[in-house]
């Protein structure tokens, strides 16, 4: 299809004082887009046709985009880096554990304010599955919020209040997998052709079987496996996650139409940003692991150039525990931008590694494997999530020094599981097998030996860990999203040990409900929660005053620290030094610098504490 015919058919769809700007975008767009679509689909017969009511279905979207996005979508055309910005930060909440509802979060949005948040990601909150629906991400409706949670309206509500607080709304867009009682399972499952092949699906186990030769397993105790069989199917389903999540078969376009259509009708009801869930496993490959495919990129980056096109306020955000060399493609290049944030798992998980060994080798690989981003993108760094700490991202690192990285790996896995010796009380997930790590799950004070510690000394050490590393993923060069809960340091939540449904996913350790105890307590500085709000609230108050802690400022990785410490200098005047170790490291500092945190000038040799962080400016 000629380029001006496909763009003809979005704007044909639009008012007069619409088009201008969209012929524009367009111009800039539509060549790229067309390019992957076609190296897509099309091979199809019916690639024209399907392409043209693509464009017109973004017209229709584009044309409904409320005013208020659109002034939003030009304002950040005009800083493409906003998001960039060292007082960017994130908190990340399940809505029903937080605020009860969409209501209650809405009704949080001053303590977020007060802490610095300027970016909320909501876990799911669309209508799940009915009963089990691994925490919402078995999605049966894009469209409708979970009733249980509040309504469209609501959403509507929250989105235009956190926009008014200065606070973008984050939501996962769950694009791998749809709940089986999703519309389009529902139809599928009744024997409607069209909805069977927006699935993969198999008659026999021929195909699973050969796949399953390649295949990794996500859930390989919960759910071995990356196939179920459907009854009312007659066949085998890909699900990689819950055989209740069915994989999208993305080789189809009419799935892709609609996920695109489906993610722009969230955009136009405030979401700006929107977390992309596994993004690793889009497309399928025989003789492959099915992850980071190059199908997967030119969706993402097909996605993105349609955000361009009609809500160019919109970021994408990656998630692809993958790792660290598979990580980079996920933002694309300048000629091909794919998505504007990406997890940097492998820097999350090195900090615990960092913990486990009192060593720093593991997370300096990763912070050497870590590239120069292309303009306007960045890595989102965190210290926990809702998830497990994935270990396998980390072989590459973990082996560089000649170590077997399954064996160091275990070691730290059964480390945070509370083996002899540990201060951590964690659970390892997925995995029985003691040489082979998969994940460890707990909140980050209880892995940090908050739970544990019986003495105001051990409760101090603690905090330190927790505090180094929050101060970490602060100081790295990123955009950092704190973890509910964390800020107050709460603890492993055991609750669900009691609900059959969640007994055997000890992810749900680290899902407690938000603690009005502990928030009380905030500002309390002889206890615990008040201690670790406070100084973290200061790091973060110190972060947004220096550009050197931007995500796109430099850094380097000084060579220089002994192995027990990681020193960070990001240009020329801002340097954090780390102490991973339970014993004093010493620092030689040249000049004169400022502490930051204490406030005071240093200088000369520095010992840093068990634990302890400094975070200087140059005088
Ligand atoms: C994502 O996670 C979500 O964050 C999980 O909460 C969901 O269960 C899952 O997708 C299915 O929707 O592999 O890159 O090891 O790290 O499941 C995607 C556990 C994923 C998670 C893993 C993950």
Redesign the pocket.
Known sequence: MPSKVMSDRLLAVLSDDLRPLAAQRLAAAEPVLRRLLAGLYGERADFDAWLGELMESLGVLYAARPAELRALDAQRAAQPEWFLSQRMLGYCAYVQKFGGDLNGVAARIPYLRELGVSYLHL?PFLRPRAGEN??G??VSSFDEVDPALGSNADLDALTAQLRAAGISLCS?F?L??VADDHAWARAAKAGDADARAMFHVFPDRAMPDRHERTLGQ??PQVAPGNFSFIEELDGWAWT???PY?WDLNYANPAVFAAMAAALLRLANRGVEVF?L?????LWKREGTNSMNQPEAHQLLQALRAIVDIVAPGVLLKA????PTRELPAYLGSAEAPECHIA?H?SLMAAGWVALAEQGTGVLREVIRNTPALPAAATWLSYVR????I?WNVLRAEASADGSDSAVRLARAARFFSGAEGSYAIGAA??STDPNAA??SNGMAASLTGLQAARTDEERALALRRMLLLHGLALSFGALPVLYMGDELAMENDYSYQDRPQHAMDS?WLQRPVFDQQRWKHRYDVSTVPGTMHQALAKLVRIRGRHDALAANASRTLLVDAPDGMLALARGERFLTLMNFSGQPQSYALQGAWRDCVAEQATGGMLVLEPYAMYWLERE
Do not use: K, M, W
């Open positions: 876990l691994d925490g991400f078995a996962d769950i791998n997998h996500v859930f990689t996650f819950y999540q977390r869930d596994s993004t690793a496993f998630e692809a525990i993958v997890y798992s999530c809702h998830d497990d994935g997930f997925q998969h994940g992810r």
